[in-house]
């Protein structure tokens, strides 16, 4: 959800009025997947990287999320989305954060409509590493360590691999997203500043996704 910062200066605004202003978006988006049908969509709300930021801005994103949860989890629920979190539960966190969080994906953890996963305090690394320690661990033996001894420590193993990727405020990166998730994906970018996302954009998105011809490392079927 990129672009928060860039579309406040455009108006003039806090950058902070970027993130208030992506609420909208958020939830256009969430209602626009579960129209067509999509079961699993994953935001990255936070990264690790993200507490490089000013200290008022830090703050403000963990206000927000809190007071976003406290708004909106109903909503949410009455829809049938379960809400989980992928990421670090580390000291940085303020704990009324963490309390919200588990409070919301408690609430929704029976639903089964779609599973919106807010990346949170997440790092593609930091999964990696802390797939590795649980097999350090777990006491795995290096012959015994393949693509799914790791791929069952991930934060959610039973998260599909994502079919589709979006990256919006047109920068090309990954900027470390879901990186073990994510080996075939197809990518779309749009030069759409996260704020004034859409399901629209998201609509658009998933058609050229469609175009797309996918062959993980084979040849055409054809
Ligand atoms: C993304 O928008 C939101 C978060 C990282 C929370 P940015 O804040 O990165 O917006 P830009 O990239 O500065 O425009
Ligand atoms: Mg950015």
Do not use: C
């Amino acid at each position: 959800m990129d672009g928060n910062g860039r579309w406040a200066q455009r108006r003039g605004l806090a950058r902070t009025e970027g993130h208030a202003a992506g609420e909208t978006a958020l939830f256009d988006a969430v209602e626009g997947a579960l129209d067509i049908g999509v079961r699993w969509l994953t935001v990255y709300a936070f990264s690790t990287e993200n507490w490089k930021r000013p200290a008022d801005e830090v703050r403000y994103l963990m206000r927000f999320n809190e007071s976003l949860l406290m708004r909106r989890r109903d909503e949410l629920n009455a829809k049938g989305v379960r809400i989980r979190f992928a990421g670090r539960r580390d000291w940085r966190v303020p704990k009324r954060v963490l309390r919200r969080m588990v409070e919301s994906a408690d609430l929704t953890a029976r639903n089964r409509r779609m599973t919106l996963t807010m990346a949170f305090n997440y790092g593609g690394r930091a999964e990696i590493v802390d797939a590795v320690r649980a097999l350090v661990a777990d006491g795995v033996p290096a012959d015994h360590v393949d693509e799914r001894a790791i791929a069952k420590r991930l934060y959610w193993p039973d998260m599909p691999s994502p079919d589709l990727v979006i990256r919006t405020s047109g920068e090309y990166r990954i900027s470390n997203f879901l990186l073990w998730e994510i080996a075939y994906s197809e990518l779309v970018f749009t030069d759409v500043l996260w704020p004034d996302f859409r399901r629209e954009d998201l609509f658009e998105a998933v058609r050229e996704f469609q175009r797309r011809e996918r062959r993980y490392g084979g040849v055409d079927k054809a």
